[in-house]
T-cell receptor, first 114, second 112 residues
């Protein structure tokens, strides 16, 4: 298996633009997480899906952030409009079941908003 | 709870020595505690976990100790190698919530 695949690896965009980050979880996994990593705040859980349904989005910072999982093999995290403070590395992770401690992370998307 | 990190503490060890990385947690309701390793430019990678009703668990070259009295978790790495250089995160998991939260991380620097 190729693991969790995220795209793009790097994204540089101007403030105010829409940004869409993509994630393909490991086949067969039914739990998917989006995390944001910054030096100041570490790894923050943004949203968690189980069986394509958002279970907990309490970590989503603002209405500018939205996430979808239209099917078991694809998820998106969208920021509209983007702001410089959104600059971070965004990780997607997947696992099987609920409460499985071993989550598999993608390589991340480094987002820079200028 | 959620992870909040300002400046990563750094642990420097000599190759071949044992390393001990510590973590304090806050949530007594956590069911599992987990250690992840993150190498530069990569996503976190699972190392080992321990259920909350245990106090010790061993893996290959790694041992995790859990002290629930003082809410303290540690990861011991035996015979540390240059490939162990990375940032190590502890995480808490509450099973019925299905999600887990990461601590702020410790950077391990292995000197050859």
């Amino acid at each position: 298996d190729a693991g969790v695949i995220q795209s793009p690896r790097h994204e540089v965009t101007e403030m105010g633009q829409e940004v869409t980050l993509r994630c393909k979880p490991i086949s067969g996994h039914n739990s998917l997480f989006w995390y944001r990593q910054t030096m100041m705040r570490g790894l923050e859980l943004l949203i968690y899906f189980n069986n394509n349904v958002p279970i907990d989005d309490s970590g989503m910072p603002e209405d500018r952030f939205s996430a979808k999982m239209p099917n078991a093999s694809f998820s998106t995290l969208k920021i509209q409009p983007s702001e410089p403070r959104d600059s971070a590395v965004y990780f997607c992770a997947s696992t099987f079941g609920v409460g499985n401690t071993e989550a598999f992370f993608g390589q991340g998307t480094r987002l820079t908003v200028v | 709870g959620e992870s909040v990190g300002l400046h990563l503490p750094t642990l420097s060890v000599q190759e071949g020595d044992n390393s001990i990385i510590n973590c304090a947690y806050s949530n007594s309701a956590s069911d599992y505690f987990i250690w992840y390793k993150q190498e530069s430019g990569k996503g976190p990678q699972f190392i080992i976990d321990i259920r909350s009703n245990m106090d010790k668990r061993q893996g290959q070259r790694v041992t995790v100790l859990l002290n629930k009295t003082v809410k303290h978790l540690s990861l011991q790495i035996a015979a540390t190698q240059p490939g162990d250089s990375a940032v190590y995160f502890c995480a808490e998991n509450i099973l019925h919530k299905g999600k887990f939260y990461f601590g702020s991380g410790t950077k391990l620097n292995v000197k050859p």
